[in-house]
Structures are given as C-alpha cells and as structure tokens.
C-alpha cells in the first residue's frame, strides 16, 4: 500500500476518533448500562401499565386530529332534538309519533334506516292502555268499537310501520347481572377465513350474557337488528366500538354494521381470523380492519354534527324536502338532546351524540375509509424500542457531547414524523411512546452516569494538580511581593486612609488589589479575581495588574481603560482565562468616584447619609472572555468621613464544613457595626468573621479585601 494510501487511511481514522471515542473503558460501561436500561423499558412496554396507556390513546387523538378526513358524509341523522322535544312534548312521545317518523322516512326511499332507539316496554299512551287505567282507577268506561284495532294499540301501529320499510331495530347486549333473554336478535351469517399456518381455537370476541330488546311484536316484525354497545377506554373515550359480539355461540352485529348491510343487500360476510384473534370482516369489496376482539378504530370527521342532521319536528311537519334529502341513503334514527343522555366522549368532543357514533362508523364502511392497529403493531413498536435504546446508549457511550445532545432530539422527531407518515398514507396506528421513553430515559440516566464518571476523573486530576502546586511556595512569595504591602502606603497626606489584604487559598492565586495616584488629585484603585487558581491564575493576575498601572494614565475613564484591557487579555489567551475587575478613580477635590464593574462583586458603601449599603450597577461582563466588549462609566460622590469597601467572591462565597456559605448578607451585616472604625480595624475584623465561619474547614477561594475611607476634600 503507497504512502499517501496510508496517510488517507489514518486522517479518516482520527476524524472518526473524533467523533466515536471507541474503546475507552469509560464508554463500554456506559454502553453497558445503557442495555441494561433498555431491557427495563422493552418489559415495561410489555407490561403497558395503565398510565402509559393513557398517555399512548392521547399520542393516538393527536395524530387522529392531525390528519382530514377525505369522502363526503354519506349517513344521514334524522335527530330528535331540544327542538323536537319543545314542539311535541317530552319523552317518550306516543309510538304511533315514532311511527310517523318513521314511515315519513321509509317513503323517501332510505336505503336503510337504523333506528338508535330502545322499546323495551309498552306504550303508556295507548287507547287500550288508557281505557284499561281509567276502568281501573276511576271506574270509567271507554268506548273504542268505533276506532280500527291497529289505532287502539300504539305498539301494534309500530309494529305494521316496522314491516314495511327496511329498518334495523337496535337493541343492547348486558355482560352482567340479568336481562331480557326471551329471543335472540337477529345473528349475522358468516364465512370464516383462516390466515395460513394458524389454527385459532377459538374467537375472542366479547361474549354476551343476555340482550335488552324492543318488545317481541317488534322483533318478530323485524328482518335486521343491531345492537347498541359501545366500549369506551379506560379514560372514557370512544376511540373504538366492537362491530361483532358473541352470544350463546353465535355473532351479531352492531347497528351501523346491520344498517350498511341491509343498504347494499349484504347476505353474508367473511371474517378473517388468526391465532392472535379477529384480524378483518370482508363485506364483499370491502375490508373492514379489526382488532383482536372484533374492534374497529373509529375515524372520527371531527366534532358533533359532522353529518347532515334533520330535526325530527321538522320532518313531521313537512318543511324537509324528504326525497332530496333521505332518498337512497343510510338514515340513523337518534336524538342528541341533552336530557335523554345519549352522549360520549370523542377525541374530537365531550359530548357526542351517540347516533352519530353509529353514524360515523357506517360512513367509515360507505367511505372504505379506516384506521388500523394491526396485531403485529405492538411487536413493531417492541423492535423499534429496542433498536432505539441500542443507539441512544452507543451514541452517549463513544460520541462527543454535542452528538450525544443532538442525537436524542433528532431520534424524537424522527419517530414523530414516522408514526404521522404512517397514519396519513397507510392508515396504521404505530405508537412512538415506548421508543421516546427509552430515548429520553437512556438518554438522562446515561447522561448523569456519564457526567458523574466525569466528575470522578475531575476529582482524580484535580489531586495530581494539588501535589504539583505544593511545590509552588517560592511563586506564592514572588507573587505577595508584587502587591503593595506598606500601610499606610500615603504618610505624607491625609486626604484618604486605605488598607487592604490578601489570603490566597493555594500556594499562588488569581486575586487582586492596586491602588496609585494618578496625579495629584486623583486616586486610581482596583480589585479583581481571575476566573482560575494556580500557576496560570496568577500569571494572568500579574499581567492584569500590569496592564492597569501602566494605562491608567493614558486613558480617559475607567471604562475606557477597562476596554482597553479587555481586548488586549484576549488577544492571546488559550486557556480562555478572564478576571472580573472593578476599577475606580476617586476625585480628592470633589468626593466623585468614577468607577467600572466588570462582572465584580458589588462594593459596599460605608455613607453617613444612606447608611451602609451595597452599591449597584455593573458596566459590564467579566474581563478578558471576548473582544470589542463595551463598558460604561458609573459613578457616586463620597462626603469626608464616607468610605468604599471592596472584596473579591473568596468573602461572600467561603464556606464551611456543611457548605454553608458566609453571603453577602452576612458581610453586610458585619460592615454595619463597623461604620466608625478605621479600614485597617474594618478588613481585620471582617477577616476574623470570614475565618471563624469558616472554622476548620479549608479556605475555598483566594480572598482580596480593600477599604478606602475619604477623610476630606483636598483644596486648590
């Protein structure tokens, strides 16, 4: 192999280096963890506790929300509404009322009609009824010889209405308790079609135990029935509705089911079933998907009132062009008022008229527009999981932090866009919610098990730097003897009284104070604290306090003098080092200070008017973190007697064993019994405050403390 072959080989290996940090001890045991945590979720998406069902039907009403519903409304409601009931009375009406209804119907040429209704008791209002009461009760005689026998017997007149038109009577299965079982409904006449290689033992239907019927002169009377049962989920909602039920070994269908079949004159249908249970009803053309037990996922148009509605009263009194409207359709006879409850809860509405649930689910059949969940579904979703937890556990394992971050997102929304691809263009139901569990759960434990590795191999390091800084005692002398350390460091003038102090908590540190005059009248002063410890902190310090003696002069504010400074520290600064900074110039003749905060703790204002208080006002970030910063001039006015004290965050921040820190209230605290003492008195005693809250514990950060009291103002 030529030399340049080689060479190409190894750049494209160190770039994959780059990326996949494969066979660190560190990645293999987060790859480790990572299936462990994978095989957790796979059996909990077997278990499918309730909770994560609920959240799967709500993941399922977003994706039914987010796609539109293509085929014009077919069925037809014919609804005894809040109208209806205002104009003719509350229910029950009298049967021959329902019987006008319903032969008004049967005239216009319906093509089906089913009829949502449930007459499992006689009429009340019946004349026979009626003179049977009034005999009884008040000993009255009713004379009926003169009225036909089928108008004495409201039943009897339904009854005859019922056998001349095509009417599906719908009827309730119980599976519990007792119930009408005096003759069974009508059973649906079926082929059944094995998928190859299966050999079911037997169908997993719902199994009735007895029906809720209409009276027997109506069931006689009747050549198709279809029963009522809706099957809600466990949080309520009808997202599906069992189209087949058994009972006494035998299957009948639902009253949308028996209402399109008697529609397009379907004798017979073939039901397709497996060894996992009921797979599809072939209603000749059309295939019917269905789950296990014989559901159909209901694909909702959207909210209540989807179809065409004819108000009841409308359609007795004439005012509904009948023919135009019902001829040749598939007509449901149901109400929608409130009081008759009637109602469910839909993905789409709270309360949906239970008509209109048969409805929807004809003009699913009529449309051979469905939704399905297949059988295999959930062994997809098992799959994905799987090869979901597989991924995220390899990327957080030997990818870099930006792709271990990306990653997750990216495999969220992908799944996202997968299961919507497949509602929108194959009509299947694939839930993401075990697949994004397992992302985002591998993803959080992996990350704080992969940041706590991190900690550790910190920790490790920050030991070996601790073992290399004990050798580091001479820097620490050179680096004290930079800062001042004569006080007080002006003998010759009593315009101002300053003393400051300086504790590194290591062998060198990245703390700073300076204090100089200017000219004659005027007084630069300063504090800082370098972002780091150690050798390369007090380097930094040096040349920031440097910087700041020797441009001082030649600045025209301290703001200006701080932006200088910032962009010459980030010139050439590889360890991305930076200092907050506070910079002040006070005016022996008026009291002004000029000052510039770059990131630094607030100063403390010793004021005989305002007490003692902390100044605020920053102008602007840390010094030394990115160039062409800008920052602003601040400034306050200092009377005789009136004082600054400043500190680095090795006060505020120091701690003791249980980590509690010294705060900044605490130091405010300490100042305000110390208004009248001198800056030596104030930083001694503040330092002994700082230690005995600290205690023994170790000092946690360097600790740079100045105080400067203005004693008067200097005269021309």
């Keep these: 192999m030529s030399s340049k072959r080689k060479n190409f080989i190894a750049s494209k290996a160190d770039k994959y280096r780059a990326l996949f940090y494969i ?137 005859n209405t019922l056998i001349q038109g095509p009417f599906i009577l719908g009827y309730k299965f119980f599976f ?33 135990k007895g029906t809720i019927e209409s009276l027997p002169e109506f069931s006689k009377s009747m050549d198709g029935a279809g029963f009522v049962n809706v099957r809600p989920d466990a949080d309520g909602v009808i997202r599906r509705m069992p189209l087949l039920i058994e009972f006494n070994g035998k299957i009948y269908p639902s009253l949308a089911l028996a209402s399109v079949m008697k529609a397009k004159d379907i004798q017979k249908g073939v039901l397709k079933v497996s060894d996992t249970g009921v797979e599809a009803l072939y209603l000749d053309d059309t295939k019917i998907p269905l789950g296990p037990k014989g559901n159909l996922l209901i694909r909702y148009r959207g909210k209540k009132r989807s179809f065409d509605y004819i108000s009841a009263v409308d359609l007795l009194n004439g005012q509904v062009d009948v023919r135009k409207k019902i001829a040749n359709r598939v007509v449901f006879v149901g109400t929608s008022a409130t009081g008759l409850k009637d109602s469910y809860t839909t993905p789409f509405d709270t309360l949906f008229p239970g008509v209109e649930v048969n409805a929807t689910v004809a003009d699913n059949i009529l449309n051979n527009m469905f939704l399905s969940r297949p059988a295999w579904s959930r062994g997809v979703e098992i799959f994905v999981t799987l090869i979901s937890g597989v991924l995220v556990s390899f990327v957080l394992a030997f990818s870099t932090p930006l792709i271990s971050l990306v990653f997750p997102g990216l495999g969220v929304l992908c799944l996202w866009i997968g299961a919507l691809a497949m509602f929108k263009t194959a009509n299947m139901f694939f839930s993401p919610l075990y697949p994004w569990i397992t992302l985002i759960g591998c993803f959080a434990v992996l990350s704080l098990l992969r940041f706590r590795m991190a900690e550790k191999e910190s920790q490790k390091r920050a030991g070996q730097i601790h073992r290399i800084e004990s050798e580091l005692n001479v820097a620490r002398e050179i680096q004290m003897g930079v800062l001042p ?49 150690g050798v390369p902190a007090s380097l930094f310090m040096v040349i920031t306090r440097t910087l700041i003696k020797n441009m001082a002069s030649f600045c025209s504010s301290p703001a200006d003098l701080m932006i200088r400074i910032n962009n010459i520290l980030c010139m050439d600064n590889p360890r991305a080092l930076f200092v907050t900074l506070f910079i002040g110039i006070l005016n022996l003749k008026t009291g002004k200070v000029t000052y510039a905060n770059g990131g630094h703790n607030l100063p403390v204002i010793f004021s005989a008017k305002q007490g003692i208080i902390f100044k605020r006002g920053i102008s602007g970030p840390v010094v030394g973190a990115m160039e062409e910063l800008v920052y602003t001039d601040l400034s306050f006015t200092l009377e005789p007697g009136d004082g600054i004290f400043l500190y680095t965050d090795g006060v505020t921040e120091a701690m003791d064993k249980e980590k509690k820190v010294f705060s900044d209230d605490q130091l405010l605290q300490v100042c305000s019994g110390l208004g009248k003492k001198s800056p030596t008195q104030i930083v001694g005693a503040v330092l002994s405050q700082v230690k005995l809250h600290v205690g023994t514990a170790p000092q946690s950060d360097d600790i740079a403390i100045m105080m400067l009291r203005f004693c008067k103002f200097k005269n021309n």
């Design 23 to 159: 066979g660190s001890e560190t990645g293999k045991r987060i790859f480790f963890y990572g299936a462990f945590l994978t095989l957790l979720f796979l059996c909990l998406a077997l278990y499918n506790p309730s909770f994560f069902s609920y959240l799967e039907n709500k993941l399922y009403d977003t994706l039914v929300d987010s796609v539109e519903y293509q085929g014009p409304p077919l069925p037809l409601i014919v609804d005894i509404d809040e109208k209806s009931l205002a104009a003719l009375g509350q229910w029950p009406w009298p049967r021959y009322q329902i019987a006008r209804l319903l032969r008004l119907i049967s005239d216009a040429g319906a093509a089906s009609i089913g009829v949502d209704i449930l007459f499992p008791e006689p009429d009340r209002t019946s004349l026979n009824r009626v003179k049977q009461a009034l005999l009884m009760e008040l000993g009255i005689r009713l004379n009926l010889d003169n009225i036909p026998y089928q108008f004495r017997d409201n039943d009897v007149y339904l009854s």
């Design 176 to 208: 519990s308790g007792t119930g009408n079982i005096s003759k069974a409904p009508v059973p649906l006449d079926l082929i059944f079609l094995n998928t190859p290689g299966s050999t079911p033992k037997q169908i997993s239907l719902y199994r009735a």
């Design 485 to 533: 350390k004569v006080f007080p460091p002006f003998p010759d003038q009593d315009f101002v009284d300053l003393f400051a102090d300086y504790i590194p908590a290591r062998e060198v540190g990245g703390d700073l104070y300076d204090f100089f005059f200017m000219d004659e009248d005027h007084l630069c002063f300063t504090i800082g604290d370098v972002s780091d410890k």
